[in-house]
């Protein structure tokens, strides 16, 4: 692994992190409604959910996925209807009557969403295939491909951490936490519109 390699890697990895998407609405509402413990805990399982595609990705495993048709449609219709399905459960948020604020979720809710939301994404393995494939060679060692992969949930992980530290600052959460519940149907309209795309592409076969 030589060192300009490896912030090609470095780079291209912080790009993809800090891209918007679905992972991005998920650690925000969950760092909004339940706290910086919350967001934090989102932010270390869907990198734990970015690692190991990262991993199954240098092993060769990914392209099995990605060569296979029917395992690559599950896991895109998975996805889909997992942020359809967290998409509706925002639109749903209801503000309480004695003013307080809606519900947190769990922290449970927390490590299985941010898990899943990144699990259900074949289009990590995808990203990771053509980043890997332009690095890793037949003469790399198996220690330069582990370190590659995990520079990959390094990155992923602390980028989603500095947004659930940053978020949860007192100074922010007060005044947006009042709010809660329109954040909550916000990001349910965000995730439900993402859904629909990822659907669209799935039809057309994109």
């Known amino acids: 692994m030589t060192l300009a390699t490896w912030l ?5 990895c912080i790009l993809g992190a800090m891209s918007p998407g679905p992972s991005l609405a ?3 509402k969950q760092t909004l409604t339940g706290g910086r413990r919350n967001g934090v805990i989102t932010a270390l399982s869907h990198g734990i959910g970015v690692g190991i595609y990262a991993f199954l990705s240098i092993l060769g495993l990914a392209a099995i996925i990605t060569a296979s048709p029917a395992a690559f449609s599950i896991l895109q219709w998975g996805g889909a209807f997992y942020l359809a399905w967290l998409g509706v459960t925002g639109l749903m948020a209801k503000r309480q009557t004695d003013d307080e604020l809606p519900e947190p979720p769990t922290t449970k809710s927390a490590a299985r969403d941010g898990f899943l939301i990144a699990f259900f994404n074949p289009k990590i393995a995808v990203f990771f295939l053509a980043l890997f494939s332009q690095v890793v060679g037949t003469d790399t060692s198996l220690m330069a491909k582990f370190g590659y992969a995990a520079t990959a949930l390094v990155i992923d992980t602390s980028w989603y951490l500095i947004v659930a530290w940053l978020f949860s600052n007192p100074k922010w959460l007060t005044l947006l936490r009042k709010n809660a519940v329109w954040f909550e149907r916000i990001f349910g309209t965000i995730l439900l ?3 629909g795309r990822l659907v669209f592409g799935i039809l057309n076969g994109k």
Do not use: E, F
Request: net charge neutral.
């Open 26 to 28: 998920l650690v925000l």
């Open 193 to 195: 519109g993402l859904a």
């Open 8 to 12: 090609t890697v470095v780079t291209i």
